[in-house]
């Protein structure tokens, strides 16, 4: 059956009445559905402050925690965002210069699958890739840059059209580029390989899009994995079946991810920044613990330590 539409003080009633949660201020939580929506915030942020067994709010749960909480998950998209952010826009510069040392400045040389890895394997995927590249400099566009190359010069030269190129078409263009071209890419990112930097890029990608999109993020999980580091090793991340239990399908790997990619005057500000946020939403949500939001967010006890080590 589907979902009963409620009125804002029947959503109320409901999670008051039928599953214990604390309203303190009615005319408050009701200006927070307004805005949020019930959907986004309870359903979004509710299963930490739950009783499993009876699938009622923990006794004593506030409507101000879940509000706390959502509003952590927003600020941390915020931070996570700025920075892969800086990432993409550097892989993109370097990615573009060396590709255009290469082939040129022409576009039809970023179009050609012959300047590629390309083999039987995947060819399929790399002219799915070239057509995502040949619609971000196609008429019309919502791009001014775009549409004044290809009106003046009839051409948009590779450095151009990175600003059209999503972060998830960047990942495959990296990752089907000719070897030469990825090593000189990844040589810019000390102690990292090329191989790395495009498991690094999948899981910043996939972070982005989160970010981007408003999704949960604190409880983010991919299904591609980062690369096993020597600071998984350093900081004794736990190993189950030789597999590192952290930092690898999880929020942690896109700090991991972060601290090889940014500078280390970029990070410290980075993890001044969460660590701050971590403190709030902790602060304003007893019902939670340290360790209870740390294994949501995949990070291990000593997350912040992780700037003591040498990558």
Same mark, same amino acid.
């Given at each position: 059956m589907s979902k009963v539409f409620?009125?804002?003080?029947?959503?109320?009633?409901?999670?008051?009445?039928?599953? /214990?949660?604390?309203?303190?201020?009615?005319? @408050?939580?009701? $200006?927070?559905?307004?805005?949020?929506?019930?959907y986004s915030l309870i359903g979004g942020y509710k299963h930490p402050f739950k009783h499993l067994a009876s699938g009622n709010y923990q006794r004593g749960v506030t409507f101000e925690e879940i509000v706390a909480l959502y509003y952590f998950d927003e600020k941390i998209r915020s931070i996570f965002l700025e920075y892969i952010l800086h990432v993409e826009r550097q892989i993109k510069s370097l990615l573009s210069y060396h590709f255009c040392e290469k082939y040129g400045e022409v576009q039809t040389e970023y179009l050609n699958p012959a300047n590629y890895n390309l083999n039987k394997k995947n060819q399929s995927d790399i002219n799915r890739m070239i057509n995502c590249l040949a619609k971000a400099i196609s008429l019309p566009s919502k791009y001014g840059y775009i549409v004044h190359h290809v009106?003046?010069?009839?051409?948009?030269?590779?450095?151009?059209?990175?600003?059209?190129?999503?972060? /998830?078409?960047?990942?495959?263009?990296?990752? @089907?580029?000719? $070897?030469?071209?990825?090593?000189?890419?990844?040589?810019?990112?000390?102690?990292?390989?090329e191989f790395e930097l495009h498991q690094f890029i999948r899981v910043l990608a996939a972070c982005r899009n989160t970010c981007a999109h408003g999704e949960r993020l604190f409880t983010f999980r991919i299904k591609e994995s980062g690369p096993d580091t020597v600071l998984h090793k350093k900081m004794k991340i736990p190993v189950k079946k030789g597999a590192y239990t952290l930092g690898k399908q999880d929020l942690f790997a896109v700090?991991?991810?972060?601290?090889y990619l940014i500078t280390d005057e970029e990070f410290k500000v980075f993890k001044r920044e969460l660590k701050a946020a971590i403190g709030v939403v902790l602060n304003k949500c007893p019902h939670i613990s340290e360790?209870?939001?740390?294994?949501?967010?995949?990070?291990p006890s000593d997350w912040d330590k992780i700037t003591r080590y040498k990558k």
């Open positions: 409620f009125t804002y003080e029947q959503q109320l009633d409901k999670l008051e009445k039928d599953k /214990g949660l604390i309203i303190v201020d009615r005319s @408050y939580a009701e $200006s927070m559905l307004k805005a949020i929506s019930y009106n003046k010069y009839g051409n948009v030269p590779l450095w151009v059209a990175m600003n059209a190129i999503t972060f /998830g078409n960047l990942s495959k263009m990296y990752q @089907y580029c000719t $070897s030469d071209i990825r090593t000189k890419v990844s040589q810019n990112y000390a102690r990292v390989s700090v991991i991810a972060l601290r360790q209870q939001l740390y294994g949501y967010m995949g990070f």
